[in-house]
């Protein structure tokens, strides 16, 4: 049974990160978001303070930070700036897919780079043809001597006009296959992309792979492994990064609204004092909390290897950013007029929340996921009810 109360040192980390939030991220989240720009001394300050290594064991510079503290640090960035939260999410991802799938020689060499913020990393999975049909990559890669050469375009990949490495998936012999690829790999292009309805910062781009060429030895795990288990279980991990920047952006929301109306007025009385908006209020509470409740469940079975984490982590994505989607729009409405100003900084968790509702799986694909699981558990229940009555029956 999971303890719903946090430790003593999960709640120094949770203070911890909320003081770095308040005074690093949340000043400059709205500049950076109108600039389409993360600061590179900024990514420094959070290498510095090992978020970029917090999933990695410490034998390779890691924080080896257990998932709820993690779930913790992705939904405090998230309530400072969603794009500065998917910097996490994407670096850490491929992080865990280098330690997970990596062979020696290439944790050795990567992940104490990937740990310490030397080295920046994205993921590149999506193309302009493919999105939630991963598996069905159109960039191909083919063994030619002791080289792969890769053919084929990538988009809406997260820090990619930064990143040193990426984690870039393609068709090799017809299967989906994982290989790591330099920044300064011949034959490799990155375009920037701008004007994205939220995560503006993220610094997303386009890559184009025109016979690029990478070593033999840049494969991870084998042939044919690249979506069902290297990308499979790297988007786990990225949809447990999101959905707990989704209880961030809730909370950001709550807090802005509740500060808002204690202060402006309507009617003669602070809008506080009208009963629809203590309405509002309540419901933004009550969700966040159950959304964070939900986070810190799939963070708990990730702790103890239970196979229903990966369900659990796809309900707590669904619900969080759906929720997170429907607090943000109630904060733009709360704030009238102001709230479609980019001088209040609700209209950015509404198009960020929106955003959230796509990535690492959207809406529609973990309603298929949920649902398929619910029956699959009932069939299961039945059979296991149906074994029991027949042993009964024969004793």
């Given at each position: 049974?999971?303890?719903?109360?946090?430790?003593?040192?999960?709640k120094n980390?949770?203070?911890e990160?909320?003081a770095?939030?308040?005074?690093?991220?949340?000043?400059?989240?709205?500049?950076w978001d109108?600039?389409?720009?993360?600061?590179?001394?900024?990514?420094?300050?959070?290498?510095?303070?090992?978020?970029?290594?917090a999933?990695?064991?410490?034998?390779y510079?890691?924080?080896?930070?257990?998932?709820?503290?993690?779930?913790?640090?992705n939904?405090?960035?998230?309530?400072?700036?969603?794009?500065?939260?998917?910097?996490?999410?994407?670096?850490?991802?491929?992080?865990?897919a280098v330690?997970?799938?990596?062979?020696?020689s290439?944790?050795?060499?990567?992940?104490?780079?990937?740990?310490?913020g030397?080295?920046i990393?994205?993921f590149?999975?999506?193309?302009?043809?493919?999105g939630?049909?991963?598996k069905?990559?159109e960039?191909?890669?083919?063994?030619?001597?002791?080289?792969?050469?890769?053919?084929?375009?990538?988009?809406?990949?997260?820090?990619?006009?930064?990143a040193d490495i990426?984690?870039?998936?393609?068709?090799?012999?017809?299967?989906?296959?994982?290989?790591?690829?330099?920044?300064?790999?011949?034959?490799?292009?990155v375009?920037?992309?701008?004007g994205?309805?939220?995560?503006?910062?993220?610094?997303?781009?386009?890559?184009?792979?025109?016979n690029?060429?990478?070593?033999r030895?840049?494969?991870?795990?084998?042939?044919?492994?690249?979506f069902a288990?290297?990308a499979?279980?790297a988007?786990?991990?990225?949809?447990y990064?999101v959905a707990?920047?989704?209880?961030?952006?809730?909370?950001?929301?709550?807090?802005?609204c509740?500060?808002?109306?204690?202060?402006?007025?309507?009617?003669g009385?602070?809008?506080?004092?009208?009963?629809?908006?203590?309405?509002?209020i309540t419901?933004?509470?009550?969700?966040?909390?159950?959304?964070?409740l939900?986070?810190?469940q799939?963070?708990?079975?990730k702790?103890?290897?239970?196979?229903?984490?990966?369900?659990?982590?796809?309900?707590?994505?669904?619900?969080?950013?759906?929720?997170?989607t429907?607090?943000?729009?109630?904060?733009?409405?709360?704030?009238?007029?102001?709230g479609?100003?980019?001088?209040?900084?609700v209209e950015?968790y509404?198009?960020?929340?929106?955003?959230?509702?796509?990535i690492?799986?959207?809406?529609?694909?973990?309603?298929i996921?949920?649902a398929?699981?619910?029956?699959?558990?009932?069939?299961f229940?039945?059979v296991?009810?149906?074994?029991?009555?027949?042993?009964a029956?024969?004793?």
């Amino acid at each position: 049974m999971m303890k719903l109360e946090l430790s003593t040192q999960q709640k120094n980390a949770q203070a911890e990160f909320r003081a770095f939030v308040n005074q690093e991220i949340c000043p400059d989240a709205g500049k950076w978001d109108r600039q389409e720009f993360t600061p590179p001394e900024l990514i420094k300050k959070i290498a510095q303070r090992g978020f970029l290594g917090a999933i990695l064991p410490q034998e390779y510079g890691g924080q080896a930070m257990d998932m709820i503290t993690y779930g913790i640090l992705n939904e405090e960035i998230g309530r400072g700036c969603s794009s500065i939260r998917s910097l996490l999410t994407v670096h850490n991802m491929v992080a865990h897919a280098v330690c997970k799938w990596g062979n020696k020689s290439q944790k050795e060499y990567w992940l104490p780079k990937l740990a310490s913020g030397e080295i920046i990393a994205a993921f590149a999975l999506s193309e302009p043809n493919v999105g939630s049909d991963a598996k069905s990559v159109e960039t191909t890669a083919v063994l030619v001597g002791d080289a792969y050469v890769l053919n084929g375009q990538k988009k809406w990949i997260t820090y990619g006009q930064i990143a040193d490495i990426y984690l870039v998936f393609a068709q090799c012999e017809g299967k989906p296959t994982a290989f790591l690829v330099e920044k300064n790999s011949p034959g490799f292009t990155v375009k920037p992309m701008s004007g994205i309805l939220g995560v503006r910062a993220s610094m997303s781009a386009e890559l184009y792979f025109h016979n690029c060429q990478i070593p033999r030895e840049n494969l991870v795990g084998r042939l044919g492994f690249g979506f069902a288990y290297i990308a499979a279980s790297a988007l786990d991990y990225g949809r447990y990064s999101v959905a707990a920047g989704c209880v961030g952006i809730a909370q950001a929301c709550l807090e802005a609204c509740i500060k808002y109306t204690n202060e402006r007025k309507q009617f003669g009385v602070y809008l506080k004092e009208h009963q629809l908006i203590r309405q509002k209020i309540t419901q933004m509470i009550a969700n966040t909390k159950a959304a964070r409740l939900l986070c810190y469940q799939a963070g708990y079975l990730k702790d103890i290897n239970d196979p229903n984490s990966i369900i659990e982590t796809s309900i707590a994505k669904y619900f969080a950013s759906t929720v997170a989607t429907k607090i943000a729009n109630d904060a733009v409405q709360l704030h009238g007029g102001n709230g479609c100003s980019n001088e209040y900084p609700v209209e950015r968790y509404l198009r960020d929340s929106k955003i959230m509702e796509i990535i690492e799986g959207s809406t529609q694909i973990q309603e298929i996921t949920i649902a398929e699981s619910g029956y699959q558990d009932y069939l299961f229940a039945n059979v296991a009810t149906g074994l029991d009555k027949q042993l009964a029956e024969r004793n």
